[in-house]
């Protein structure tokens, strides 16, 4: 009989052989553990461990693992039915998903698109963008504007609209569509003015030929954690009413509390013509993503010379994540999402500001569930890695930045272990 340990030996192995993992080389990649089960807000690795997930994995676990209202909503529809098409079909948990986007999105997002992930859901909106102006009777209107810094996904049009230089797809820049970038948008407090005038500026310069503003709102996800003032929002919006251009918010990270808002797009009160949100949506169950837009958005669609929205997916409106995202936002909204981030909120505050004062750290922030800190180096994300781990926490810092992004449920205890175990990565890289 194999034992258990030479068991974990051979699946690592296998691994390290034969399958990418994120960001990752085949020939030189980096080290992977065995997950064999999680509950709570704990991974249980292969070797016993149990530690606390500071990731939601990758930010969509939001109210933790094996919850049971999500399990029994995955149950009850997978002895109904797990997947049927939905060109010429429709089911309860779609419908059911769509009522309750369009009454917690901003006022005036009224229909709705369902998508395989993030990456398709800009994906989605870029084609949508275009087929408005198509049905405007302005075809000419192809390029976006978008903001240095961001981050929109790893499929062809998602990195078009990522930041070109800074951004993880700077090798594919040559043979991408050529968009407009604007600076990235100031932190709070910051000269939101002089931002909007060269936005603005931008815009009239390009106005006969952008079809869109794309932005992840008020927080920059995965090309820096980068917050910014909720203004400046404004400033978009505004930008776009005068030009004819559609404002596409990417709230595929931020949506369903994430920044202490139910969508960041509220930090300002501001309603996007195309809002795309993913992750959290199904609680980390299943992959799933929406475009909810207005209806004038649709009605341009719709004079376009084909008619309609030229998109499609296999599994659009998958019945089984459809279900799964209905009960876990009746769960967000049902168990007070906001007193939960506050909470947590509160917690990266007293365990992450002392870091500010550290040697080789360059900021520190946090806003809702999101604590962040930015080392004036890259981060050696194996050591950093570890060093969470020794102290019983999953952490996955990138370029230079050791963060966190916890469940919702996350109790103080476990939030304060998670800021000593980023201290600990932290005090680890900058001592060097």
Known sequence: MTSPNAAVTDLLAYDRAHLWHPYTSMTDPTTTREVTGARGVRLRLADGREVVDAMSSWWCAVHGYRHPVLDAAARDQIDQMAHVMFGGLTHAPAVDLARRLVELTPPGLEQVFLADSGSVAVEVALKMALQ?????????????????????????????????????????????????????????????????????????????????????????????????????????????????????????????????????????????????????????????????VTTAVAHAIAASESGVLMHGPTYMGNPLACAVAGASIDLLISAGWADQVA??????????????????????????????????????????????????????????????????????DDVRAITDAIGTAVRGEVST
């Open 132 to 292: 408005v102006q198509r049905g405007r009777g302005q075809p000419e209107r192809t390029r976006m504007l978008s903001l240095r810094g961001g981050y929109h996904g790893d499929t062809y049009g998602a990195m078009s609209v990522c930041d070109p230089v800074s951004g993880m797809h700077s090798m594919f820049a040559a043979t991408l569509p050529r968009q407009v970038f604007a600076p990235r948008p100031p932190a709070p407090g910051g000269d939101v003015d002089g931002w909007a005038q060269t936005v603005g500026e931008l815009a009239e310069e390009h106005r006969h030929e952008l079809a869109a503003v794309v932005a992840e709102p008020v927080l920059q996800g995965a090309g820096g954690m980068h917050v910014y003032d909720p203004a400046c929002l404004g400033v978009l919006r505004a930008v776009c009413d005068e030009h004819g251009l559609l404002l596409v918010l990417d709230e595929i990270a931020t949506g369903f509390g994430r920044t202490g808002a139910l969508f960041a797009a509220d930090h300002a009160g501001v309603t996007p013509d195309i809002m795309c949100v993913g992750k959290a949506l199904t609680g980390g169950y299943l992959t799933l993503s929406a475009v909810v």
């Open 343 to 412: 909470a947590v909120s509160t917690g990266l505050e007293d365990g992450l500001r002392p870091l500010a004062a550290l040697p080789g750290v360059r900021d520190v922030r946090v806003l809702g569930a999101v604590g962040v800190v930015q080392l004036d180096r890259p981060v050696d994300v194996g050591r950093a890695t570890e060093a969470a781990l020794q102290q019983g926490v999953w952490l996955r810092p990138f370029r230079d930045l050791v963060y966190t992004m916890p469940p919702y449920v996350t109790a103080a």
